[in-house]
């Protein structure tokens, strides 16, 4: 713990990033099935692609916000709750307007999407000392698998008992819930908050940094590419349910299989960390997943189909940590929330991508697109092995 700020705790964090993480797990699912009670599947579905890709504008806006604000908790507090709004505001007019309204409103909504992942995270090492990090963020990447593993579900389980409108008025307490704890994130410390340069040129310079610190860019552009093919997997997923097991429901517990093989796998990276450095964590994780999907796209029996997915699981969570690792080590600290927005803003953009992508491939191929998720995470791995040529890249950091 820094010694400068002992009032704020990683408990006092995890009981506001947790909750947040969850509602917004459960914001997607909750989103499609207002859609569907709306009569309109499709509605739903376009509701949910504006939200995500709206992330990619809102991502580089709210790091610059963090970053210049004295105090980023406050901003934070209120990206959260423009998000609940205007999730409100979506599951109250949906059916009742114009459809092209909606989908601006659902536009407006996601650009504070990021807030819940990356804004959280990089206030971290705003209270967590540096030889912590590393345990720190591993514990951090478990709400994350916490989260996706419990949302879709709990959303789904309240629409089917009480209705859509109540999944959505869970997650939209949830999100308040956390509002206390977001509020109360320290300040920033060491630099002033006048600034002499624009709003724009401090968005502009968050980009400059990811791409002049090498090993930002390397870890951001892998993490990105991976997150293209998780996007893929996540549409695949519902279609190898039916394929192996004769039900489109079973591809929900592939996802719960990997979300529970992540949870565990990040909570070991915890509690005994590896002697590897997290960029070589972050490297070997993509290749596993690319194995995983290999294993998936021959498997001929359930057994094996489930084993590929707890060996994607067991990659999933490990590489997330690792990310946040490299993130907290690399970035300074008067840009560390636009790294952190910013690269989750481009992750939740590429996975939206990844899902549109296999939207088309599963019409022609089941396994073909498999393989293409094989192939998307084998091309993680080499650009991240491409931009660590010429960079000092030790197995102890």
């Not at 509701?47 to 105090?71: C, E, I, M, W, Y």
């Not at 804004?119 to 967590?128: A, T």
């Not at 070589?280 to 997943?289: G, K, Q, R, S």
Request: proline share 3%.
């Amino acid at each position: 713990m820094n010694n400068k700020e002992t009032r704020y705790t990683l408990s006092h964090y995890l009981a506001g990033a947790l909750p947040a993480r969850l509602g917004d797990e459960m914001s997607g699912q909750a989103i499609l099935l207002v859609g569907i009670a709306a009569g309109s599947a499709a509605l739903g579905s376009t509701l949910l692609a504006s939200l995500t890709f709206a992330a990619a504008v809102g991502g580089p806006l709210l790091g610059a916000l963090l970053d210049r604000s004295k105090h980023p908790g406050r901003i934070l507090g209120l990206a959260i709750s423009f998000y609940a709004l205007g999730l409100t505001l979506i599951a109250l007019s949906i059916g009742h307007i114009p459809t092209w309204l909606s989908w601006i409103l659902a536009f407006a909504t996601g650009v504070f999407m990021p807030a819940i992942s990356g804004g959280w995270s990089s206030r971290l090492k705003s209270f967590i000392a540096d030889e912590h990090m590393t345990r720190a963020s591993a514990i951090d990447a478990t709400t994350f698998n916490i989260a996706g593993l419990a949302g879709p579900a709990l959303a789904g389980v309240i629409a089917a008992w009480f209705g859509a409108g109540w999944a959505i008025a869970v997650l939209i307490g949830l999100l308040v819930a956390a509002l206390p704890m977001a509020w109360l994130l320290p300040k920033h410390s060491g630099r002033s908050t006048i600034h002499v340069t624009s709003f724009l040129q401090d968005v502009v310079a968050g980009f400059k940094v990811i791409i002049a610190r090498r090993a930002l860019l390397r870890i951001t552009l892998t993490s990105v590419i991976s997150y293209l093919g998780i996007g893929m997997l996540w549409v695949a997923c519902p279609l190898i349910g039916r394929e192996v097991f004769g039900n489109v429901g079973y591809g929900g517990v592939l996802m719960s299989v990997l979300s529970a093989s992540a949870l565990a796998a990040t909570i070991a990276y915890a509690k005994w960390p590896t002697r590897y450095s997290p960029d070589t964590i972050a490297l070997l994780t993509t290749v596993v997943l690319a194995v995983a999907m290999l294993i998936l796209a021959f498997a001929d029996s359930r057994l094996i189909v489930f084993f590929a997915m707890l060996v994607a699981g067991l990659a999933d969570g490990p590489q997330l940590a690792a990310i946040f690792a490299v993130r907290h080590r690399e970035a300074p600290s008067y840009s560390r929330s636009q790294v952190f927005t910013t690269g989750a803003s481009l992750k939740i953009t590429a996975a939206a991508a990844g899902a549109l992508l296999a939207g088309y491939l599963v019409a022609e191929s089941l396994q073909v697109t498999i393989l293409v998720i094989c192939l998307v995470q084998l091309m993680a791995a080499t650009s991240f092995m491409v931009l660590g040529r010429h960079l000092e890249f030790s197995f102890w950091r």
